[in-house]
Each structure stands twice: as structure tokens, then as C-alpha cells.
T-cell receptor
Framework: SQQGEEDPQALSIQEGENATMNCSYK?????LQWYRQNSGRGLVHLIL?????REKHSGRLRVTLDTSKKSSSLLITASRAADTASYFC????????????FGKGTKLSVIP | EAQVTQNPRYLITVTGKKLTVTCSQN?????MSWYRQDPGLGLRQIYY???????DKGDVPEGYKVSRKEKRNFPLILESPSPNQTSLYFC??????????????FGPGTRLTVL
């Protein structure tokens, strides 16, 4: 079952601009993660936010979580051409679970 | 170097010819998983394993088998591949260690085409 759904499906911005991607999910979660995938390659873990956290930062990444709305956002500030990739949110199946359910992803293109 | 490896990376085969995609991790992770990725559908979990000899179905297990005889290896077996199994496959692993278990480490992917 598909848990996380990213929005928009595709996003094109100029280098230096900020990129915001959203993720909505349906059931209660223990934590939410964001992953990045360069074209045709494996996914790389970016950041994890727990259900009792509202905001988290890592370098140019900022993640927010609103459990009342069952949504999360990933903000990439001062984007670079190298940020061009697909971004996926992933939710777990609850406390103690190792299973992750991924959304369909947002394809980000950063134009130099 | 800590990594998840998959072999082969690319495979073209014909309907009905049994194949195995290997996955190996060198991080002593307990949890391993297989996903398939298809355009417009994102990643869908096929099977997962919590530890040696412990496996369970994910969201799309039909047509696949797995085994976990050793901690480091988690092969994906297609007994009779069909064209609808043409996809990009990823293996992933994670640790039970507190604080690390939520992060999954992905292999580079195996692009499978079934004719």
C-alpha cells in the first residue's frame, strides 16, 4: 500500500532558488524520512524526522512535519545543479517496524 | 567500504527462464529488503527479512522468492520471469542498532528486462 505521496511530481527551478517538496501520508507513523535518487541509481538517505519533532535541519535541507495534517515538506535552500535528482519520502509502519513505504517521488531539475 | 552490492547490474532474459539477483551487504545488518521501481509507481517492496531464516512478504511478492541463509546475503529469485517483471530492482539493508535502524542503505540497482 502506498503511504507517502509527494507533491509536485516534477519541479524545475533556477540555480540559487529554493525548492520545496511536499509529502502526505495516510496513517500514523513513527518517523518520516527523505531519500534522494540520482537517475537510475540507488537511493541515498537524506534526513529523518521523528513523529514528536516538528522541524529538522541538515546543511541546506530543512524538513518539517505536521502530524495533525499528516504531511511533511522538504526545503532545499540555495539549490545547485547537483541537486537535480528525484526525492522520495518514506514512512515506517509504526514503532518497532523496519518496513518503509515510499511515495512516487518528486523529480527536481535545477537549471544552471 | 560499507556497501550493498547487487549482481548483475543489467540483465536481459526471456520469459520463463529462472534467474537470481544477488544482494550482499558488508555492514552486518539484520534487516534486508527488495524493492522494485517502475515509472509512475515509485518503489514498492517485494520481500523483506528481519534476520537469518526470517522473511516476509512486502506489497508485491507475487512471482518472486527470497532466502536468507546467511546474514550478509539476500538473493531474489524469479522462478518463471514474465514481461511484467521488467523493472529496476533495489536491495536495501539496515541495522537494528538504536538510532541507526531507520536508515536504509541501498544497492546500485539491477535493471531487468524480460522479453
Amino acid at each position: 500500500s502506498q503511504q507517502g505521496e509527494e507533491d509536485p511530481q516534477a519541479l524545475s527551478i533556477q540555480e540559487g532558488e529554493n525548492a520545496t517538496m511536499n509529502c502526505s501520508y495516510k496513517t500514523s507513523i513513527n518517523n518520516l524520512q527523505w531519500y534522494r535518487q540520482n537517475s537510475g541509481r540507488g537511493l541515498v538517505h537524506l534526513i529523518l524526522i521523528r513523529s514528536n519533532e516538528r522541524e529538522k535541519h541538515s546543511g541546506r535541507l530543512r524538513v518539517t512535519l505536521d502530524t495533525s495534517k499528516k504531511s511533511s515538506s522538504l526545503l532545499i535552500t540555495a539549490s545547485r545543479a547537483a541537486d537535480t535528482a528525484s526525492y522520495f519520502c518514506a514512512t515506517d509502519a509504526g514503532a518497532g517496524s523496519y518496513q518503509l513505504t515510499f511515495g512516487k517521488g518528486t523529480k527536481l531539475s535545477v537549471i544552471p | 567500504e560499507a556497501q550493498v552490492t547487487q549482481n548483475p547490474r543489467y540483465l536481459i532474459t526471456v520469459t520463463g527462464k529462472k534467474l537470481t539477483v544477488t544482494c550482499s551487504q558488508n555492514m552486518n545488518h539484520e534487516y534486508m529488503s527488495w524493492y522494485r521501481q517502475d515509472p509512475g509507481l515509485g518503489l514498492r517492496q517485494i520481500y523483506y527479512s528481519m534476520n537469518v531464516e526470517v522473511t516476509d512478504k512486502g506489497d508485491v511478492p507475487e512471482g518472486y522468492k527470497v532466502s536468507r541463509k546467511e546474514k550478509r546475503n539476500f538473493p531474489l529469485i524469479l522462478e518463471s520471469p514474465s514481461p511484467n517483471q521488467t523493472s529496476l530492482y533495489f536491495c536495501a539493508s539496515s541495522s537494528k542498532t538504536s538510532g541507526r535502524r531507520d536508515t536504509q542503505y541501498f544497492g546500485p540497482g539491477t535493471r531487468l528486462t524480460v522479453l
